[in-house]
T-cell receptor, first 112, second 109 residues
């Protein structure tokens, strides 16, 4: 069966520090991969998605970047965090032909 | 914006009652999906309804889709305390999903 992992679960970082969040998927090949951010009490905002290794689409201009160095690995990064980067970050995958997405447990990021 | 909108924003009911949540969207879609999120957790896919379908059932869940009105509803029958969560509709455009702001459902025992 397929599983999706995210780490860390919780992160507290100072303003101006770098960020690296990792997401890995097991049990499937060539998945579509997604990064979302969820502000408190709000819906999800799509940040990046990828349909293959090295292929990244950015949905909103921001302080973050994404990379997909391997088929089942998706990384969210920042060189210098802002206060506004605080939030709940969710990674998800979907099959190429299927519509539903499967979410990881999320990372709670607090920037102080 | 393509974003869907759910209403109500919050819903509080007694265990055993039915809960109905609505979703409206703005442009043509491939499909519409409903997800559930327990507090502080990832989202769980509940049900997908395609643009050429009008109604779909899964256990205690019933979803309807009216493409002429660009709206959908999620009905949870015989609710349980464990159904307490946030529920999101998401509209599908190609490879992407656009999520609404969600309905917070509280089921009191």
């Amino acid at each position: 069966s397929q599983t999706i992992h995210q780490w860390p679960a919780t992160l507290v970082q100072p303003v101006g520090s770098p960020l690296s969040l990792e997401c890995t998927v097991e049990g499937t090949s060539n998945p579509n991969l997604y990064w979302y951010r969820q502000a408190a009490g709000r819906g999800l905002q799509l940040l990046f998605y990828s349909v293959g290794i090295g292929q990244i689409s950015s949905e909103v201009p921001q302080n973050l970047s994404a990379s997909r160095p391997q088929d089942r690995q998706f990384i969210l990064s920042s060189k210098k965090l802002l206060l506004s980067d605080s939030g709940f970050y969710l990674c998800a995958w979907s099959g190429v032909l299927s519509g539903e997405q499967f979410f990881g447990p999320g990372t709670r990021l607090t920037v102080l | 914006s393509q974003q869907g909108e759910e209403d109500p924003q919050a819903l509080s009911i007694q265990e055993g009652e039915n809960a109905t949540m609505n979703c409206s969207y703005k442009t043509s879609i491939n499909n519409l999906q409903w997800y559930r999120q327990n507090s502080g957790r990832g989202l769980v896919h509940l049900i997908l309804i395609r643009s050429n379908e009008r109604e779909k059932h899964s256990g205690r869940l019933r979803v309807t889709l009216d493409t002429s009105k660009k709206s959908s509803s999620l009905l949870i029958t015989a609710s349980r305390a464990a159904d307490t969560a946030s529920y999101f509709c998401a509209t599908s455009y190609g490879n992407k999903l656009v999520f609404g702001a969600g309905t917070i459902l509280r089921v009191k025992s």
